[in-house]
């Protein structure tokens, strides 16, 4: 079984500046991924970033970069340089790989807000 | 093609109407999923299919009825729903892994559905 906790309901960050959104996670399984999912209030659901457990360098897409702490089973999200298009509810979530495929399991969500 | 298209984007239904959601997706993805998301709250999983088959039901009502007619297209029919029912249905669609072994899901827009 998989948890993934967010422990921050919601997060304000000004333009520009960087703004990290916790998670952590509890697993059995030694074959797992992590994801972020953006929603903005179009309710899309995007993916974001991924990071494949086995892999110990953090993931990185443009402005978006992941903390990775395997140990700690940790995973942050850092937003560089926000923009006003990053405000949206953030949810992070894994599943694990093999059989167990389209289960993923979210966090509870933390709604980010961009301040001009 | 790389979206996962539902409709309609908004439903309203009476608990004795009939109606259905479409979702369809031409990525040549063999996985299709429903998710019910309340407000402000994590997606939940109702439904697998993989290969057009039922694979997996997270004990939902019989009340939602899933169909994949063919692997480009995912319904939801509706029957004798309740006002708790109303919520946002996300489909989504993924290989079974990718090259890195990862299980990743696209999402659809969804369909919020108000049950009178």
């Known amino acids: 079984a998989q948890t993934v906790t967010q422990s921050q309901p919601e997060m304000s960050v000004q333009e520009a500046e960087t703004v990290t959104l916790s998670c952590t996670y509890d697993t059995s399984e030694s074959d797992y991924y992590l994801f972020w999912y953006k929603q903005p209030p179009s309710r899309q659901m995007i993916l974001v970033i991924r990071?494949?457990?086995?892999?110990?360098q953090n993931a990185t897409e443009n402005r978006f970069s992941v903390n990775f702490q395997k140990a700690a089973k940790s995973f942050s999200l850092k937003i560089s340089d926000s923009q006003l298009g990053d405000a949206a509810m953030y949810f992070c979530?894994?599943?694990?790989?093999?059989?167990?495929?389209?289960?993923?399991?979210f966090g509870q969500g933390t709604i980010l807000t961009v301040h001009p | 093609d790389t979206e996962v298209t539902q409709t309609p984007k908004h439903l309203v239904m009476g608990m004795t109407n009939k109606k259905s959601l479409k979702c369809e997706q031409h990525m040549g993805h063999r996985a299709m999923y429903w998710y019910k998301q309340k407000a402000k709250k994590p997606p939940e999983l109702m439904f697998v299919?993989?290969?057009?088959?039922?694979?997996i039901n997270e004990s939902v009502p019989s009340r939602f009825s899933p169909e994949c007619p063919n692997s480009s297209l995912l319904n939801l029919h509706l029957h004798a729903l309740q006002p708790e029912d109303s919520a946002l249905y996300l489909c989504?669609?993924?290989?079974?892994?990718?090259?890195?072994?990862?299980?990743?899901?696209?999402f659809g827009a969804g369909s919020r559905l108000t049950v009178l």
């Open positions: 979530a894994s599943n694990a790989g093999g059989t167990s495929y389209g289960k993923l399991t």
């Open positions: 990071q494949e457990a086995y892999k110990q």
């Open positions: 989504a669609s993924s290989h079974r892994q990718d090259l890195s072994g990862a299980n990743v899901l696209t």
């Open positions: 299919y993989s290969y057009e088959k039922l694979s």
